[in-house]
Each structure stands twice: as structure tokens, then as C-alpha cells.
């Protein structure tokens, strides 16, 4: 079986303050780990997906995640927060492709002015 | 950029009706996913079509079923709804071998 655990359900930033969301997986199996983000009443947009190529895995909006086999983790950072950062993010965990997600229970991210 | 279709946004139904959710995938995108978010919660597993065969089942409840049509697009329908099925429904699509899943906006479902 697979799972994340998200630590932290809320994070609040100052804008322009680092933005460190933690992931931390189980898997039997090689993972493969997302970070999507969710705004008020809207989908999901994956944020970067790791699928065992490069360990540092760059995403859009300015969104990093390092894949640490060692730590088990996937945290997501992003150097300066914006006030359109605001959001609920999630990180989820696959088999491989072509698999469904397993989502940890997620990450409200407030941004202080 | 074409993105993944639901219908309708938003439902409301009484105790014990039915409801059919449907869901129009990008293009050329071969597999379909089914989640479902309650209140506050992360989004479940709930059914998987690949090639509009049924390629894995999560938690979903027998009192639904969901099918993949020769168009690609899919339907989810649930019967005997109950007040816990209130809860936003994501369709998703994934092309071959990508490893990524493209979420609709969801239909959200009440029930009274």
C-alpha cells in the first residue's frame, strides 16, 4: 500500500517569506509523487510530478520539490511567497503512471501582507 | 488548450434520487479517473477506466457505477443518494505513459 502523510494542515507566510510545504510517503514500490494545488472552488493543477528521473523536481509557478529516498520525503518549497500562492495544496503518491492517486490530507497555505 | 470537461457544475438533489454525473476527457487522452471530495477532506479514489474498460475500483459504494463510453467520455451514476454523498466529484484524464492526471473543475453535488 501507498500513502503520504502531509505535516502541518495550515501554514501561514508573510509574502516574500519561504514557502516549505512537508510530504512525507510510504510505498512498497518506487514512487511516483505529485504536488497539486487547489484554489477555492476550483480543481486541481498539479504544481510538478517526480516519476524517478531527476531528484530535484521544478515546477510552475515557481515550485520546487526534492525527492530524498533516505528521509522518505517530498517537500515542496518556494523561495518568496505571493499573495496569489494562497491556496490548499496537495501532495499524493502512485505506482507509476497510468495509476490512481492516493492524496494526503492536505496544506492551506495563507499569505500575510 | 482543451482541458477536461464535467457536467453538470453543480447538482442539487433530494434523499434517495438519483443523480449522473458525466465527464468529457481532453483528447486523446486514453484513461479516466473518478474522485470524490468530501468537506474539507482530500480527494478519494473512487473508479478508473482505461481504453473504457474498468481498470481499478476504489471506495466506491455499490450504490454507484460509472462507465466509459466509445467517445472516451464517462458517467458516473449514483442511486439511493444519501446526505454523505454531498461532496465535490473531480473527473481527471491522463494520456499514455505520462504520468499525469488532468482534473476537470468538479461537479458539485448536494444532497437534502
Known amino acids: 500500500a501507498q500513502s503520504v502523510t502531509q505535516l502541518g494542515s495550515h501554514v501561514s507566510v508573510s509574502e516574500g517569506a519561504l514557502v516549505l510545504l512537508r510530504c512525507n510517503y510510504s510505498?512498497?514500490?518506487?514512487?511516483?509523487l505529485f504536488w497539486y494545488v487547489q484554489y477555492p472552488n476550483q480543481g486541481l493543477q498539479l504544481l510538478l510530478k517526480?516519476?524517478?528521473?531527476?531528484?530535484l523536481v521544478k515546477g510552475i509557478n515557481g515550485f520546487e520539490a526534492e525527492f530524498k529516498k533516505s528521509e522518505t520525503s517530498f517537500h515542496l518549497t518556494k523561495p518568496s511567497a505571493h499573495m496569489s500562492d494562497a491556496a490548499e495544496y496537495f501532495c499524493?503518491?502512485?505506482?507509476?503512471?497510468?495509476?490512481?492517486?492516493?492524496f494526503g490530507a492536505g496544506t492551506t497555505v495563507t499569505v500575510r501582507a | 488548450a482543451a482541458g477536461v470537461i464535467q457536467s453538470p457544475r453543480h447538482l442539487i438533489k433530494e434523499k434517495r434520487e438519483t443523480a449522473t454525473l458525466k465527464c468529457y476527457p481532453i483528447?486523446?487522452?486514453?484513461?479516466v479517473y473518478w474522485y470524490q471530495q468530501g468537506p474539507g477532506q482530500d480527494p478519494q479514489f473512487l473508479i478508473s477506466?482505461?481504453?473504457?474498460?474498468?481498470?481499478d475500483k476504489g471506495s466506491i459504494p455499490d450504490r454507484f457505477s460509472a462507465q466509459q463510453f466509445s467517445d472516451y467520455h464517462s458517467e458516473l451514476n449514483m442511486s439511493s443518494l444519501e446526505l454523505g454523498d454531498s461532496a465535490l466529484y473531480f473527473c481527471?484524464?491522463?494520456?499514455?505513459?505520462?504520468?499525469?492526471?488532468?482534473f476537470g473543475p468538479g461537479t458539485r453535488l448536494t444532497v437534502l
Open positions: 481527471a484524464s491522463s494520456p499514455p505513459r505520462v504520468g499525469e492526471q488532468f
Open positions: 510505498s512498497s514500490v518506487p514512487p511516483y
Open positions: 517526480y516519476t524517478s528521473a531527476a531528484t
Open positions: 499524493a503518491v502512485s505506482f507509476g503512471v497510468d495509476y490512481k492517486l492516493s
Open positions: 483528447p486523446r487522452h486514453d484513461t
Open positions: 477506466f482505461y481504453e473504457k474498460m474498468q481498470s
